[in-house]
């Protein structure tokens, strides 16, 4: 079946504008995560959703991100007033439930191919 | 300290030999461990998750889990050049909805023929 998937795959802009990344989880997936990963490093989790609703947004790093799942399955995340620091692969993952509820083979992530933002 | 703990590596082993991964973390209540593997440009995939002391194994790959000790470890035996790849601890923790999943920041694995 179809994996998750994440458009755009590049996205290059200009310090100062606006972008949305676009995630889309396995069907049937009640939790999607969004993470952003730099060179040589691990996941830095940003926001996690269950269903439409931000479970945990205790990642999000300023008040220019922002994120919506507003139907519980295609995720948009928002920066606003993009700065070279955002430069990053942006990663979404989807998992079968949330971390609040089932075992450990329930919360199994499936990683999108990612989006590799370049703030210029 | 970290909440999850990695040895950041390059861990050089040769072909056919096991390679040990290691994971330390601090929360004494975490319920969960996943081991992850990245090849270099590409996404994270889940090679197995452990949540019960002892070994769990699955083909060549053992995890390894220490509650007392606090630690999770990562065999692969008969290791080959495709396993090389940096390999990412993550960690389940809290209670209820405030659980969290805390990644490590990885171990990277060479395998040389």
């Known amino acids: 079946g179809a994996g998750v998937s994440q458009t755009p795959s590049n996205k290059v802009t200009e310090k100062g504008k606006y972008v949305e990344l676009r995630c889309d989880p396995i069907?049937?997936?009640?939790?999607l995560y969004w993470y952003r990963q730099s060179l040589g490093q691990g996941p830095e989790f940003l926001i996690y959703?269950?269903?439409?609703?931000?479970?945990?947004d205790s990642g999000l790093p300023n008040d220019r991100f922002f994120a919506v799942r507003p139907e519980g399955s295609v995720s948009t995340l928002k920066i606003q007033r993009t700065e070279r620091g955002d430069s990053a692969v942006y990663l979404c993952?989807?998992?079968?439930?949330?971390?609040?509820?089932?075992?450990?083979?329930?919360?199994?992530?499936?990683f999108g191919p990612g989006t590799r933002l370049t703030v210029l | 300290q970290k909440e999850v703990e990695q040895n950041s590596g390059p861990l050089s082993v040769p072909e056919g030999a096991i390679a040990s991964l290691n994971c330390t973390y601090s929360d004494r209540g975490s319920q969960s461990f996943f081991w992850y593997r990245q090849y270099s440009g590409k996404s994270p995939e889940l090679i197995m998750f452990i949540y019960s002391n002892g070994d769990k194994e699955d083909g060549r790959f053992t995890a390894q889990l220490n509650k007392a000790s606090q630690y999770v470890s990562l065999l692969i035996r008969d290791s080959q050049p495709s396993d090389s790849a940096t390999y990412l601890c993550a960690v389940k923790k809290g209670a209820g909805n405030n659980r969290k999943l805390i990644w490590g920041l990885g171990t990277s694995l060479a395998v040389n023929p």
């Open positions: 069907s049937g997936h009640t939790a």
């Open positions: 993952a989807s998992s079968l439930q949330g971390l609040a509820g089932g075992g450990a083979s329930y919360n199994e992530q499936f």
């Open positions: 959703f269950q269903g439409t609703g931000a479970a945990d």
